[in-house]
Every structure is written in structure tokens, then in C-alpha cells.
């Protein structure tokens, strides 16, 4: 499962490398990922520490890792580890970042600035966010991601009806309700203690690989941690790098990793747009005998009917031509969509056209 930095140079699917991230980036081949998830270090600059009103000590994120002696050392950092990650993306490829108030801001500018093309930002509203002990400030319930495609022209993976399938229907907002990691979901370490303080719950990347990634596509994760991207990213059918410096971490996470399910094919399909979905002309019925020549057809309203011609075109009435231009003349509309507005009859069964059209693209898709 693990592997060294110095190994790192095929693209090492589903395994996490071991080292710095800016190094290992620059060591894989470029534009070989279609997308990057990255929790980068927040640089909280907390100042001692948090208390709770009953003065027990809050576990809040002072690790070594999210120290940095300015803002301009972090701006540095910030800046090298977004060079490397564009590189490595494909021409159509995007990143995900995610951060608080105390370093995001700075994030957007350098995203920008290195030539990223911002998307979206995202607001993950937490349902049970941490309160503020010290009683000075609002309660941070919220963290911001951004949404970025490589460039301004990129052509980015948007799964715009299966997020909407995700939302019982209803568009995807730009805001997500979603609680933090809590109970069984939280990783522990040997000890008992939390295996990581800054833990992404599943929930999140799974609405967000659903929506902005494709079963096969390749998703690296600079900041690997306890592996949330690697462990969603498995059971989703995407293939996966996770890159951390911390052993602790890599351990929790190849552990983690080894315990998941991949899902199967049928349930890895997601809701597509019917433009997404493989063209089939109207003839293609006739000539492969679904429709005969000479057969009729019926409006769904059951007011008109048409004749099916040998070229997959339309007679009825005074009018000829395609299913789309024969609907809208009979019904006086500026247009028609004829998949939906035409019938045909099987042993005294009105069937829609449609159904014929859907049998083809299954076939496609086998």
C-alpha cells in the first residue's frame, strides 16, 4: 500500500507515497490527473491554549504541520504546492480546496494568480459545528471549498443530474449541510485519542467525487492525512494517489483503505442529462425493424396519427418530415419533441416510441 517518494515515478495508482508533497507532485508524470482534493494546512495561528468554560483543555490542531512563522512563508507554501498540482492535471482536469477563514482568502488569491479558472465556492455548513469556548467570537459552523478548472477553458466534469438526484430532485445548491465527523466515523489511534484533529467526514467527498469525477478517473490528494479521499474514492470506482508526510497518518489510512468495498458496476451508474446520453436517429428504428415502413403512429393525446416512411421520416395529413416536424405542425407549435409525442401499437398496447430508443443506447452502453 505504501510506497517511497523516490519509486514515485509511473503514476502510482492507489497507493499512498510517503514525503513531502511539493516533491512527489513534481516527481509524477504531468498531466496525468483528472482531479485533485486538497485539505491543505490551515495555519490557524492559535495563540496557547483553548479551554472549555469547565477549564478542561480543548484538542485543537497545534501539530507541527499547520506551523508556519508568517504569512509569507505560507503564501510560499502555498503558492509551490499549486504549481505542482497544476501540472500534474489534465487539460480538462479541477481542483478542489478546502480551508476556514484563516487561510482560504489567500488560497483564492494564489489559485487565481497561478491560473486557475474558479468555478464555484462552496460553503459546507456544519450541523454540529465545535462552540467557541472563549465566548468572544461567532461559532466557526462552516468551512468554504473552491471549485476550480484548470483553466478558463477547460471542460470540467459537472455531474449536474446526479447531484441533483443526490438533493431528491432539486438543484444542487452551492451550500452544503453536513455534520462533522463524529461517533463511529471518527478515527482513533492506538491510544484512543483521535487519529487526526482535522478529519473530513465521507459524506463530503462523496457528493463531491459523485458530482465533479467519472468511475475510472484519477484523483490525488496532496494532504492525504487518514485517507477520507482514498477510502471514498475506492468505494466509488475513481483510482486514487494520497501523498502524506506524517507515518502515523499513512498508517491509519492504509489501514483504513484495505477494509474498503469497491462497489459494483451497476450500482457505480449515476443519473446523466439526456444530452449526455448517445444520439440514435429515428431511422435506425426502421432500419433495424422496430418500426416498419407503412406502420402508423399515434400522438400521446391520441388527436393524430402519422405514417413511418423507409427513410425514418413522417406522412401524415398534409405534412411530411421528421418526428419533431411533424408533431409540432399537427398540434400548431413551434416545436415538438417527437420521442415524447409518438406511440405505436403492440397487441393492443400503446408503447411511446421512446422505449425503442432507450433499448438501443442500453446496447451501447453494454
Request: charged share 25%; net charge positive.
Amino acid at each position: 500500500m505504501m510506497t517511497k517518494t523516490k519509486s514515485a515515478v509511473a503514476l502510482p495508482l492507489n497507493e499512498i507515497i510517503a514525503g513531502d508533497c511539493i516533491d512527489v507532485m513534481n516527481s509524477l508524470p504531468a498531466e496525468s490527473v483528472d482531479l485533485i482534493f486538497a485539505d491543505p494546512p490551515y495555519n490557524l495561528q492559535l495563540r496557547g491554549d483553548l479551554h472549555r468554560p469547565d477549564n478542561s483543555k480543548v484538542d485543537a490542531v497545534d501539530d507541527a504541520w499547520d506551523q508556519f512563522d508568517s504569512f509569507k512563508v505560507y503564501d510560499k507554501f502555498t503558492r509551490a504546492w499549486l504549481k505542482a498540482a497544476r501540472r500534474l492535471l489534465k487539460p480538462n482536469g479541477a481542483i478542489w480546496v478546502i480551508g476556514s477563514y484563516h487561510n482560504i482568502f489567500r488560497v483564492g488569491t494564489a489559485l487565481q494568480d497561478a491560473g486557475f479558472w474558479i468555478l464555484n465556492d462552496v460553503v459546507w455548513r456544519k450541523s454540529n459545528p465545535m462552540p467557541n469556548f472563549r465566548g468572544k467570537r461567532f461559532t466557526n459552523a462552516h468551512e468554504t471549498m473552491i471549485w476550480a478548472g484548470k483553466d478558463e477553458s477547460s471542460k470540467y466534469t459537472f455531474n449536474y443530474e446526479a447531484l441533483k438526484a443526490l438533493n431528491d430532485g432539486i438543484q444542487m445548491r452551492s451550500d452544503w449541510v453536513l455534520p462533522i465527523c463524529t461517533g463511529h466515523e471518527r478515527l482513533k489511534n492506538e491510544e484512543g485519542d483521535k487519529a487526526h484533529p482535522t478529519q473530513k467526514p465521507e459524506g463530503l467527498l462523496h457528493r463531491l467525487l459523485v458530482g465533479s469525477t467519472n468511475p475510472g478517473d484519477v484523483v490525488l490528494d496532496p494532504f492525504f492525512g487518514t485517507g477520507t479521499t482514498g477510502a471514498v474514492a475506492k468505494m466509488l470506482g475513481r483510482e486514487f494517489i494520497g501523498i502524506e508526510r506524517e507515518e502515523a497518518y499513512r498508517k491509519v489510512a492504509a489501514k483504513r483503505i484495505a477494509s474498503v468495498r469497491k462497489f459494483d458496476r451497476e450500482a457505480l451508474a449515476v443519473s446523466t442529462s439526456k444530452r449526455a446520453e448517445p444520439r440514435v436517429p429515428f431511422g435506425q428504428l426502421v432500419e433495424r425493424g422496430m418500426l416498419r415502413p407503412g406502420e402508423q403512429l399515434y400522438s400521446m393525446n391520441n388527436r393524430h396519427k402519422a405514417k413511418v416512411r423507409a427513410d425514418g421520416t413522417l406522412i401524415g395529413d398534409d405534412v411530411k418530415g421528421s418526428i419533431h416536424q411533424v408533431g409540432a405542425h399537427l398540434e400548431g407549435a413551434p416545436s415538438c419533441n417527437g420521442w415524447t409525442y409518438w406511440c405505436f401499437k403492440r397487441e393492443g398496447k400503446t408503447v411511446p416510441i421512446d422505449v425503442l430508443r432507450q433499448q438501443i443506447r442500453s446496447e451501447m452502453h453494454d
